[in-house]
């Protein structure tokens, strides 16, 4: 693994999906921390389908990254230099710290953690940003009551899995769409859901009645484009549906596909509501909280799917479009 300072920058605009040229690779050292600042080094990174949304010059909920910009991404890192009143050397914490090895950053953008609690690696997935989404998605918009019929998009993912096992936990039939049998016969086999669709063996919204027979009450959505319009057909009144992402539009974000059943939002009452954990940050130790409760008590597993060194980030990033990851798929910059 790489041990000098190495950092992954935005080159220049992709169309389509982020191949090799939009990245390059620098080795820049790291400046000393002044009054307020930490340098941290980094032990794993995160790979998120919103890469595509951050280097996209679109209206978004966050600035777009610049070319020549370190790569924007969430990190775990360890403190090994402190001017902050907050973090000592040898101190853990999480955030925005960018697609790099090593940095020097203000205190204030990052969370501290205790690796006490859980290998650093959760605090990737489960016990972090995508285990959040899961969890204030599903319960403070979805809402699911016992006996209801949750389907979840993108099942096996990061956060579709975590989704999944909490819609289990509140009593509720759950129905998991993914891509191959191997993605399928996870969430079946280990995560025993009630029924599983693979996507990709033909007619969707068939597979969704069959699957859902007394319709769809909650939808948790990672997808959009075709699926969404497959599962409005099986919504039921006043059904609630979380707009969490729209991985199947990501290669054309130039262009992407509309809402084609759309009179069914009127017609049956229902709620879309879309969001990003910038809506709950102020929340997060609540679901931390549940999260690791519900880990301890082997209630729910978080998967992980971990590569090694921040030379593959290229390769990481075409993965995660591809749907190649089993859970949340992140990069191993240290030990």
Not at 39 to 54: N, Q, R, V
Not at 60 to 72: C, F, N, Q, T
Not at 133 to 141: E, R, V
């Amino acid at each position: 693994m790489t041990t000098q300072p190495t950092q992954v920058r935005f080159n220049k605009p992709a169309e389509g999906i982020p191949g090799n040229n939009t990245w390059t690779i620098t080795h820049d050292p790291i400046a000393d921390p002044r009054e307020g600042e930490i340098a941290i080094k980094l032990h794993y990174l995160s790979i998120d389908p919103a890469i595509k949304g951050w280097i996209t010059d679109k209206k978004s909920y966050i600035e777009a990254v610049k070319p020549g910009d370190v790569m924007r991404g969430f990190g775990v890192a360890e403190v090994i230099a402190s001017e902050s009143d907050y973090f000592s050397v040898g101190d853990f914490c999480t955030g925005f710290t960018g697609i790099q090895t090593h940095a020097t950053m203000d205190s204030r953008q990052l969370r501290k953690i205790d690796p006490q609690l859980a290998p650093l690696s959760r605090f990737m997935g489960g016990l972090g940003m995508p285990g959040f989404t899961a969890y204030f998605g599903l319960l403070d918009i979805g809402k699911p009551a016992p006996g209801e019929t949750v389907v979840v998009s993108s099942a096996a993912g990061a956060v579709g899995h975590i989704v999944a096992q909490i819609a289990k936990l509140k009593g509720c039939r759950v129905v998991g769409i993914a891509g191959g049998e191997a993605k399928c016969a996870y969430l079946r086999d280990e995560l025993k859901l009630d029924a599983v669709i693979d996507y990709r063996e033909g007619n969707l919204p068939e597979a969704l009645a069959v699957a859902a027979p007394e319709g769809v009450d909650v939808y948790f959505d990672g997808v959009g484009g075709e699926t969404l319009d497959a599962v409005l057909m099986v919504a039921n009144r006043h059904a609630r549906i979380i707009a969490c992402g729209a991985v199947s539009q990501y290669a054309n974000l130039e262009a992407p596909q509309g809402l084609g059943n759309y009179m069914l939002v009127i017609t049956q009452s229902l709620m879309i509501k879309g969001f990003t954990m910038r809506d709950y940050m102020h929340r997060i130790k609540e679901a931390f909280i549940d999260l690791l409760t519900w880990e301890h008590e082997g209630k729910v597993v978080f998967r992980e799917h971990i590569l090694n060194g921040i030379e593959c980030y290229p390769e990481a990033v075409k993965m995660i479009y591809s749907g190649k990851n089993n859970g949340k798929l992140m990069i191993k910059v240290s030990d």
